[in-house]
């Protein structure tokens, strides 16, 4: 009943967090070999590259810091997140 439950969660997207008690939206993370997006931030310059996903440390290192994007457009908002953040004094 259990995997059943867990398996209509992930088809709509979702999960269960033990630790908050709560259903929260799957992060997506790309199959291996397909192209995704990553925000990078050095000497003050901040862009936006494209990789492909190929299950080594860069990849999933950049995927539990939720900067691993589907879209340059959404890596792009979150960008502009990321620059409001650090802008305010």
């Given amino acids: 009943e259990i995997q059943e439950l867990d398996d209509q969660l992930a088809a ?3 999960q ?3 630790d908050t008690m709560q259903i929260e939206k799957l992060r997506w993370k790309p199959k291996k070999d397909t192209k995704y997006f990553h925000i ?3 000497g003050g ?7 492909i996903w190929r299950e080594d440390g860069v990849d ?3 995927y539990e810091l ?3 994007f589907p879209t340059r457009k959404e890596a792009e908002a979150k960008l502009e ?8 004094n």
């Fill in 16 to 18: 269960w967090n033990p």
């Fill in 66 to 68: 939720g900067n691993c």
């Fill in 40 to 42: 990078i931030i050095t």
């Fill in 45 to 51: 310059i901040a862009q936006i590259n494209d990789y």
């Fill in 81 to 88: 997140q990321i620059k409001k953040i650090l802008l305010q």
């Fill in 12 to 14: 709509e997207g979702k």
């Fill in 60 to 62: 999933r290192s950049g």
